[in-house]
């Protein structure tokens, strides 16, 4: 790892190796100790004065006109304070349309809180219900009495742009939402010439968060000074802000998002949904404290869902494994609205940018079509299409492998972009700044002992018992610049900030835009903050999520927290820094430049001697500045923002092994042990990268094998709870072995990418290929996922 050199010392030291750096280190979370006593702040602990809660009538439809509403029964139930219609609140709160500009072409219809004329799928509030307590409200809710007149649904994507199919959205003209076609080179050329040319249908079912602490939202309005308070379980505390303000008819300065503790995110919390909308114009209307707390079969039914993707995908192949094209044809169903503000179509265009990012074949073509349906909104999720193309990717490159007789090892190898040819471009158009393929490769063999997995799969398949490996190698978006949502006029911030200050004994107070979701920010904020200034950790306390008291900035969301909002955090600090000892020098009688920083202390650059305490410089700049010479003022408060300029992303990439058992007879698939080598650039905290890459791979094991949103022909979910939905459980996981290359971004001085979800990327094309890999003797492929007992059954042909 190279690092800039600390011009300013006369130590040499390079700025990441600070005397008592913490860059690097597995240092323990700050919030540790109060989360593991039951000691968290989630919403579901916020109770305030004369607060209401309210509870959703939802629509059992899937498309229907609301032909009118009886709420008299409803307003008489006890501890009622209000029956809302969503006519009724569109006087308080304007709709949306979930657009972005620079995807050209991408429509949806406007969408408000409440459904007015019509509900669009199973489980859209048509009506709102607030009392003293959630129970009465949920009695009273099942007294509100709404006359349906039942529309024709739509719900498979491969019909839906079907002339005989009807139109969601009359306005709209038809069902698609969203196309684009992208050409690189000339892959007909390409295809005809190669030896051979194989040709696949994947299939992605839908799948969705779960994440332990489900939405929720109270939102207080206080009339007197016309001000709204929303503490929310959100990734984008200032986005919220933005939005409320906007369809709330509120100044944004009149607008304070609070999120402290969040269970769990995914990329769940970080859209603005139509219940949590109602719930904050509920209280402008109302004029009071309204909460709403989803409960499981709401989460289920309205909590966004992923992926649900059909790609026909093909690939040319010479005898010698060079791969000479790509092409995907992808369409996604999305449900009835493009999700606001980030939409829905998002995905797609990941998927069509990612397919084949990591190999330096030339020639790509990829249509992606996205389209409406009725059943919940499809969007954003953790990895977004990530999962998608790396499956298609590379199970494409594991079938002309075994077309052409070719190692998979070997193809990969053969054909990964070098580690040596960066700077580049992909055929896809994506910059890639510094990439490790092939180091990541040959590290992944290392640790996988692939020839001692090749004989004991041998020696089991001696015996009947049939085993594969797999292997994916996959690309992953961090770090997203400007040119991500900026471009598209979305009111999404891709840069962050942090603002560092010492207080009058010494300490460090850091206030970040970076939203703490369970992932360590915190921990990681505190590392590169006491680095970059000089103070134990045990003296920098952070502060997140919270509009009012901290710099404006894009939250958490793209793995973006550290290698943005850290780099925020270690310009800050060094700022701080050189402010303190411009003053500590005033009072020593010393240049600045000869003085640093370390342990809390006032100390020599050059010979480390102490000098003088922290706590003593603050007493005399905050008690005493009449002491310090003319001219020397104190500024011991610095803020600094971040974002990336000269790369639209900082790419970080890896790969993964996999070693699955497939019991032919009843179809299960037993995960044996998993690898992954991840590379994020520079560590900051070694631990927590490792225990989110763990769990990015847990989140991409669970749908190939397991997580299935199922609906049938009427839009019904019929899985909608933890009895029937799978999701992966401590004894089903394997062993999880994760190791690292590091190419830090020349971007930042940390040189910090980001990693929460590169193991969520690769986890389920490994898991495929070695599924394949272990059927191989029976001459099946399985290439849709969930990878479900019954498909193994179905693709050996025994069901």
């Not at 698939?669 to 225990?691: A, F, R, Y």
Request: a negative charge.
């Amino acid at each position: 790892m190279s690092a800039k050199l600390d011009t300013t010392g006369p130590t040499g030291l390079s700025e990441l190796d600070r005397p008592n750096s913490y860059i690097g280190r597995s240092v323990p979370r700050p919030n540790l100790t109060r989360l593991t006593q039951g000691r968290g702040q989630y919403v579901s602990d916020v109770v305030l004065p004369r607060m209401g809660h309210v509870a959703f009538v939802r629509s059992p439809h899937a498309h229907a006109r609301i032909v009118s509403i009886e709420t008299a029964a409803a307003k008489a139930a006890p501890g009622v304070i209000a029956v809302v219609t969503g006519r009724e609140l569109a006087g308080v709160c304007t709709p949306w349309i979930g657009v972005l500009t620079h995807l050209k072409g991408l429509k949806s219809a406007p969408q408000h809180p409440i459904a007015i004329e019509k509900a669009s799928w199973q489980g859209e509030a048509v009506a709102a219900v607030v009392a003293q307590t959630r129970a009465q409200a949920e009695d009273a809710a099942e007294l509100v009495a709404v006359d349906y007149e039942e529309l024709p649904v739509v719900t498979d994507m491969e019909t839906a742009l079907d002339p005989g199919t009807p139109v969601i959205h009359p306005e709209l003209g038809d069902n698609l939402a969203w196309e684009r076609l992208h050409v690189a080179g000339d892959p007909d050329a390409a295809f005809a010439s190669a030896d051979h040319v194989i040709e696949a249908t994947f299939g992605f079912g839908r799948h969705t968060g779960v994440t332990l602490e489900p939405r929720a939202v109270v939102a207080d309005y206080n009339a007197g000074d016309g001000r709204l308070t929303v503490y929310q379980a959100t990734q984008a505390p200032h986005m919220i802000q933005n939005i409320l303000a906007k369809h709330l008819d509120l100044p944004e300065s009149q607008v304070r998002v609070l999120c402290k503790d969040v269970g769990g995110s995914f990329g769940i919390k970080v859209h603005v949904y139509a219940d949590e909308v109602a719930t904050a114009a509920l209280s402008k209307l109302l004029r009071r404290p309204v909460k709403f707390v989803a409960d499981r079969i709401e989460s289920f039914v309205t909590d966004i869902h992923a992926r649900d993707h059909r790609v026909k995908g093909r690939i040319g192949v010479m005898n010698d494994g060079t791969i000479t094209a790509f092409e995907i044809d992808d369409l996604t169903g999305i449900g009835p609205y493009s999700m606001y503000p980030r939409t829905s179509a998002i995905e797609a265009n990941q998927v069509v940018n990612f397919t084949g990012g990591q190999y330096t074949c030339p020639n790509y073509r990829a249509l992606a079509r996205v389209v409406f349906q009725n059943k919940n909104v499809t969007c954003q999720y953790r990895a977004v299409g990530h999962p998608i193309a790396c499956s298609v990717t590379e199970g494409l490159v594991d079938l002309a492998a075994r077309r052409i007789g070719m190692d998979p090892v070997e193809i990969r190898r053969k054909n990964v972009i070098p580690d040596d040819a960066y700077p580049c471009q992909s055929s896809a158009g994506m910059k890639f700044e510094r990439l490790s393929h092939q180091a990541a490769l040959e590290k992944l063999l290392d640790m996988m002992d692939l020839e001692a997995l090749r004989a004991d799969q041998a020696e089991a398949r001696r015996r009947g018992i049939h085993r594969g490996i797999g292997i994916a190698s996959f690309i992953e978006v961090t770090n997203p610049s400007a040119a991500f949502y900026g471009v598209g006029g979305a009111r999404i911030s891709s840069q962050d900030g942090v603002t560092v200050r010492m207080d009058a004994q010494g300490s460090i107070h850091v206030a970040s835009s970076v939203t703490e979701q369970g992932q360590g920010a915190e921990a990681v904020t505190a590392q590169v903050v006491a680095t970059a200034f000089g103070v134990p950790i045990e003296r920098v306390r952070v502060v997140t999520g919270d509009t009012d008291n901290t710099p404006y900035g894009g939250g958490t969301w793209a793995s973006r927290a550290a290698g943005i909002g850290g780099e925020a955090a270690w310009q800050a600090g060094k700022v701080l820094r050189g402010n303190v000892l411009s003053v500590a020098g005033a009072i020593l009688q010393a240049q600045a430049e000869n003085l640093d920083i370390r342990d809390g202390l006032v100390v020599d650059a050059e010979t480390g001697r102490e000098r003088m305490p922290l706590d003593e410089v603050a007493r005399i700049a905050y008690f005493r500045p009449d002491t310090l010479p003319p001219g020397v003022q104190p500024e011991f408060v610095a803020t600094r923002h971040y974002v990336p300029k000269r790369y639209p992303f900082a790419f970080t990439n890896g790969i993964q092994g996999s070693y699955v058992e497939v019991d032919a007879e009843t179809g299960f698939i037993k995960l044996l042990k998993h690898w992954c080598v991840e590379d994020c650039g520079t560590i900051l905290n070694p631990q927590l990268v490792d225990e989110q890459v763990r769990g990015g791979i847990v989140q991409g094991l669970g749908p190939a094998l397991y997580e299935h949103c199922l609906y049938d022909e009427h839009g019904q979910l019929l899985n909608g709870n933890m009895a029937d939905y799978l999701v992966p459980m401590a004894f089903e996981m394997p062993d999880i072995e994760v190791g690292h290359v590091s190419t830090p971004t020349g971007e930042s001085e940390l040189g910090a990418k980001g990693a929460g979800e590169a193991g969520t990327a690769g986890a389920a094309a490994a898991v495929m290929n070695a599924v394949n890999d272990a059927l191989a003797p029976f001459g099946v492929v399985l290439t849709s996922i969930p990878m479900t007992p019954e498909r193994v059954l179905r693709a050996l042909g025994r069901v």
